[in-house]
């Protein structure tokens, strides 16, 4: 069984670095055949795809144009996780964030494992 | 970006009855390699989403088969055949046919 469990700060000022981590047991950060993902979700924007890292013989990642000049999604093999860092945020990025593997299928794009959620407040 | 809509957005039904989820998107989602990245998820209150159908129609592991989705190209549905109370929450189609992936707005089922 696949579980996902997220640790970070629920609060982080404006102007700065949003960093959280998802670590992965039951599954391999390294997998060949699953993509690990980050998602938001406020009530102003709904559920929102931030960006993923993957392994296929190399490491790459996809990212939203939403956020691509913000957020870098890196894995850890010695850890089995993967971290967000989103910089530069304002109080529009203040959200639950998730993780969430994308796995079954074969495609990696269904999301079937998720984090429980952070909720994260930029704010002062 | 495509964008998902959803009908309706709120939904209110009777235990044992039926209920049944519109979603449609601005473009089609066949991807070049012929699959259509349609998902379903259920978000109970205070809880992550949880996937319940994928490419349009498969279930995933430990759905019950009470849930089905059907459609093709632009136009989705998911459908419960007899609603239990377990089913309440908020409904969301989702596409990974092309970057960013995209939800829809959600629809909210709760019990008349």
């Known amino acids: 069984q696949v579980q996902l469990q997220q640790s970070g700060p629920g609060q982080v000022q404006p102007s700065q670095t949003l960093s959280l981590t998802c670590a992965i047991s039951?599954?391999?950060?390294?997998?060949?055949?699953?993509?690990w993902n980050w998602i938001r979700q406020s009530p102003s924007r709904g559920l929102e795809w931030l960006g993923r890292?993957?392994?296929?013989?190399?490491?790459?990642?996809d990212y939203a144009v939403s956020v691509k000049s913000r957020i870098t999604i890196i894995p850890d093999t010695s850890k089995n996780q993967f971290s967000l860092h989103l910089n530069s945020v304002t109080p529009e990025d203040t959200a639950v964030y998730f993780c969430?593997?994308?796995?079954?299928?074969?495609?990696?794009?269904?999301?079937?494992?998720w984090g429980q959620g952070t909720l994260v407040t930029v704010s002062a | 970006d495509i964008v998902m809509t959803q009908t309706p957005l709120s939904s209110p039904v009777t235990l044992g009855q039926p209920a049944s989820i519109s979603c449609r998107s601005s473009q089609s989602l066949v991807h070049s390699n012929g699959n259509t990245y349609l998902s379903w998820l259920q978000q109970r209150p205070g809880q992550p989403p949880r996937l319940l159908i994928y490419k349009i129609s498969h279930r995933f592991s430990g759905v019950p088969d009470r849930f089905s989705g059907s459609g093709a190209g632009t136009d989705f549905t998911l459908k419960i055949s007899r609603v239990e109370a377990e089913d309440v929450g908020v409904y969301y189609c989702m596409q990974a046919t092309q970057f960013p992936f995209t939800f829809g707005p959600g629809t909210k089922v709760d019990i008349k």
């Open positions: 890292t993957f392994y296929r013989s190399k490491w790459d990642n």
């Open positions: 039951g599954d391999s950060v390294s997998s060949n055949s699953a993509a």
């Open positions: 969430a593997r994308g796995g079954v299928g074969g495609s990696a794009t269904e999301f079937d494992y």
